[in-house]
């Protein structure tokens, strides 16, 4: 393919993020409300998930287009079959620097080490509370904190690079927000506080329920003191400040109060193959079909190519300046984040 085709781009792709499965073992409150996804409730049958050849294929494509780094999400990925041999493969295609997974951790003791001799670099563990009660709640499964714990111990003791989300959301969990500080920073760990977002229509999201970057930034200054962190590419996501006199930082992603719309350089696949160029845009484009059609390479990749530059994706922005339009959103349990 020819390597001079991502200056077709009319903005960098630097970011592709592949769900891998549709089903997760936590009923969070956040993406997988249980009032919704219930016991009975029908995920993706196997055949219409993406087979890790057709992972692979499009991942190749992608990377000839400028993706330097993959993030494997779900649902839970862990929960998809062989995840190590997939790794294995990705980290052999030519262009790509990072491949990250995340996941609620609870597998992570069982696997960290097959993960990071497949080739896993990093891991991002979501992790909301360390008070086990309100953690059982949140995750509507009566798990607690301690296999997320060990998780986290044994991606260190792998040698994976670890990084903990923390949604926060007003009256459920800011009892969490200096106590998560204080483990993280104990340990090293980079903390990134996630604003609550509106993504998908299951989650009850009010404007009312967010604790800006802002809120969260002059409650740690109460006890730690900060200094912030440049940025380490175009298009990071996390704002990010250093405990100084520690390597230790701290970041914070902003959709809900500041947005970063205009430097998105991050696409997301689904787990049933489409393609969504924005984590609140609702319209994803099928890539299974072509895939498993008689569509070349280079076909495909003039297809993306498309796609990207008639990206019109803008959520954040409309928002806050309160032009949003009614329009259908993709459940984050679904897109993985």
Not at 105 to 134: M, T
Not at 248 to 259: H, K, N
Request: charged content about 30%; overall charge neutral.
């Amino acid at each position: 393919m020819n390597s001079h085709i991502k200056d077709s781009l009319d903005r960098p792709l630097r970011d592709l993020r592949i769900s891998v499965i549709d089903r997760c073992n936590f009923r969070c409150q956040y993406c997988m409300p249980a009032e919704i996804f219930h016991e009975n409730f029908q995920f993706l049958p196997k055949s219409e998930l993406l087979s890790y050849e057709e992972i692979v294929r499009l991942s190749k494509i992608f990377a000839s287009l400028g993706v330097k780094k993959l993030r494997l999400t779900g649902g839970e990925p862990l929960l998809r079959r062989d995840l190590t041999t997939l790794i294995s493969y990705l980290v052999k295609i030519e262009g790509i620097e990072d491949i990250g997974l995340t996941t609620n951790g609870v597998f992570l003791k069982k696997h960290a080490v097959n993960l990071r001799e497949a080739g896993l670099r990093r891991v991002n563990i979501s992790l909301d509370s360390l008070d086990d009660e309100l953690f059982k709640k949140m995750n509507g499964r009566n798990i607690g904190i301690k296999p997320v714990i060990e998780g986290i111990t044994a991606a260190k003791e792998a040698g994976l690079g670890v990084k903990v989300n923390m949604v926060v959301k007003k009256e459920t969990n800011e009892s969490q927000i200096l106590p998560m500080a204080r483990f993280c920073k104990d340990e090293s760990i980079q903390l990134r506080y996630i604003e609550f977002m509106d993504v998908g229509h299951t989650n009850g999201w009010q404007l009312k329920n967010v604790i800006t970057k802002k809120e969260l930034l002059a409650m740690l200054q109460t006890e730690f003191d900060l200094e912030p962190v440049e940025e380490d590419y175009f298009g990071e996501v996390a704002k990010r400040f250093r405990y100084k006199g520690t390597a230790a930082e701290v970041g914070f992603i902003t959709s809900v109060s500041e947005s970063f719309c205009s430097s998105c350089t991050r696409a997301r696949l689904s787990a049933n193959g489409s393609l969504y160029t924005c984590l609140f845009n609702g319209e994803g484009h099928d890539l299974k079909s072509l895939l498993r059609s008689d569509m070349t390479d280079e076909e495909l990749s003039g297809f993306i190519i498309s796609l990207w530059n008639r990206r019109y994706d803008r959520y954040s922005d409309e928002r806050a300046a309160g032009t949003v339009k009614k329009q259908e959103k993709i459940e984050m349990s679904f897109i993985g984040g």
